[in-house]
């Protein structure tokens, strides 16, 4: 039985690998050792993951956004132990919560979401949704998540290439990259049929409540510029998130 405070530290240790995992993935494309993310010098294990977290050669810290996601990945492990979701288990949650994790960082910081994070995710996914929803409903969940999002690529460079021409500009950056094309059909797998359909129609949701906020809040401060864009990518993530993790609430609610 484990005790409170070793889940705690697994809950940080897995914020430190998908720490290390967003500094040097984006950057090396290959597990590396540590670097830093300001002159990209190699860091010591002890220094990079425990003490000073300081780079010795330009000196600067680690990001405050590493004690950010090892914090909540520590409490995230807690509530798992206390409270677990039902039909998930610790393990497998706290798989999943490192997955969403590093795509949500890699994301949020240089709009990608890279092919080698997508090809574990998605036969991690295969296996959590077949074991959840059978292989059947997770096959087909999967396929769809990936056309409901590949229609809303090729449907994006369309009209965003159309407004360019119209104001006579140059588009020099997609509505959606297909990095959320695979991510829609990985977050598929996992939700499975009919949940891959309530996944998207919330992802919908969640996107344009935060763009409308974002929006507001840009020409509030006059920061506001055209073609300013968001990575789609959390909003896939927080859907998945939300059916995973709260499923129970969920159906009660839609009264399933």
């Not at 959606?176 to 891959?196: A, E, Q």
């Not at 509030?220 to 055209?226: A, F, I, N």
Request: with cysteine; net charge positive; charged share 10%.
């Amino acid at each position: 039985m484990l005790s409170i405070f070793a889940v705690f530290l697994i809950g940080l240790a897995t914020g430190a690998i998908v720490n290390y995992l967003s500094d040097v993935l984006p950057i090396k494309r290959q597990l590396v050792a540590p670097i830093c993310l300001h002159c990209e010098a190699r860091q010591s294990v002890v220094n990079y993951f425990f003490w000073p977290r300081r780079c010795k050669v330009c000196g600067r810290q680690r990001k405050f956004r590493a004690y950010v996601v090892e914090l909540v990945l520590a409490i995230s492990a807690l509530w798992l132990w206390l409270y677990p979701p039902e039909n998930i288990g610790f393990v497998t949650g706290i798989l999943l919560l490192m997955y969403f994790g590093l795509v949500t960082v890699i994301d949020i910081e240089h709009r990608l979401i890279l092919n080698p994070v997508s090809l574990v995710g998605a036969a991690m996914s295969l296996i959590i949704g077949t074991w959840l929803h059978g292989l059947k409903t997770t096959l087909i969940g999967g396929i769809i998540g990936f056309l409901a999002m590949l229609f809303l690529y090729f449907f994006g460079g369309v009209l965003m290439n159309w407004l360019a021409r119209r104001r006579g500009k140059v588009l020099d950056e997609d509505a959606l990259g297909f990095g959320d094309v695979n991510l829609s059909g990985i977050l598929g797998l996992l939700l499975g049929w009919p949940g891959v359909m309530i996944g998207l129609i919330l992802t919908i949701l969640l996107a344009g409540v935060f763009s409308l906020l974002y929006l507001l809040g840009a020409l509030l401060t006059r920061s506001y510029r055209m073609n300013m864009s968001i990575p789609y990518g959390p909003f896939l993530i927080s859907s998945a998130f939300i059916l995973l993790f709260f499923r129970e609430y969920v159906l009660q609610y839609l009264g399933w």
